[in-house]
Each structure stands twice: as structure tokens, then as C-alpha cells.
Nanobody, 130 residues
Framework: QVQIGESGGGVMHAGGSLRLSCVFSAHTFTFRSSAMGWFRRRTPYHEREFLGAIRWSDRTTNVVDSVRGRFSIPVDSAEDTVYLEMNDLEAEDTAVYYC????????????????????WGRGIQVTVSS
């Protein structure tokens, strides 16, 4: 059984910084993920938006253009933790943020679509006040 949990959300003022954590654990020694990704959903009426992901094989990250320069994805592999570092927050960053794990080892690129991620956290709210 794979468990993924996000933490670190809350209310921030615009211009501030926040770091979300994603801890994943597997109660099976055979589980491996190929990549970990971050998504967000601004409102229940929006689709989940891909923000970025990190591929474990070479620690390469891919962050979408809309948040590149403000968001990054550091990791602590010893602690099985992936972070979403968010700086210069804007009101438009208000959303529920999700962490997800992919097992698509055959992909030549870093996964970026919801269907390429198999395991998901429950999401955590981030609210940015202007």
C-alpha cells in the first residue's frame, strides 16, 4: 500500500513564500516510483493543473512556464520527501495542492499528465491574501 501525504499549507500574504512537503511511503519493498509531481486545483470547477515533477533516475525537474522562477521542486531522498518551494506568492496561487507519484518508467520524458500519475495525496489548501 502506497501512502502519500501533503503538509505545510495555510494562509499567506501575497509576496510571501511557502514550502509544501510531500511524504510518501510504501508498505511493500517492491514499490518504486519513477517520478513525483505537483498539481493544483484553483476551484472545484477547474481542472487539476500540472505544476512540475522530478524524475528519480537523474533528479531532473520540469516546472511549467507559468510558475517557473517562482516555484521549484527540491527533494530529500533520505527522508522520502519531495517539496514544492513557492516564492513571491500571488493571490492566483490560491488552490488545493496535490502531490502524486508516477510509475511510468517507460516514459522518455518527465510525466506531466494526470493519467501518468498513479498515486495521489488528498491535497492541501494554500490561500494567498492580497
Amino acid at each position: 500500500q502506497v501512502q502519500i501525504g501533503e503538509s505545510g499549507g495555510g494562509v499567506m500574504h501575497a509576496g510571501g513564500s511557502l514550502r509544501l512537503s510531500c511524504v510518501f511511503s510504501a508498505h511493500t519493498f517492491t514499490f518504486r516510483s519513477s517520478a513525483m509531481g505537483w498539481f493544483r486545483r484553483r476551484t472545484p470547477y477547474h481542472e487539476r493543473e500540472f505544476l512540475g515533477a522530478i524524475r528519480w533516475s537523474d533528479r531532473t525537474t520540469n516546472v511549467v512556464d507559468s510558475v517557473r522562477g517562482r516555484f521549484s521542486i527540491p527533494v530529500d531522498s533520505a527522508e522520502d520527501t519531495v517539496y514544492l518551494e513557492m516564492n513571491d506568492l500571488e493571490a492566483e496561487d490560491t488552490a488545493v495542492y496535490y502531490c502524486a507519484a508516477s510509475t511510468r518508467f517507460q516514459l522518455q520524458r518527465i510525466p506531466m499528465f494526470e493519467t501518468e500519475f498513479l498515486y495521489w495525496g488528498r491535497g492541501i489548501q494554500v490561500t494567498v491574501s492580497s
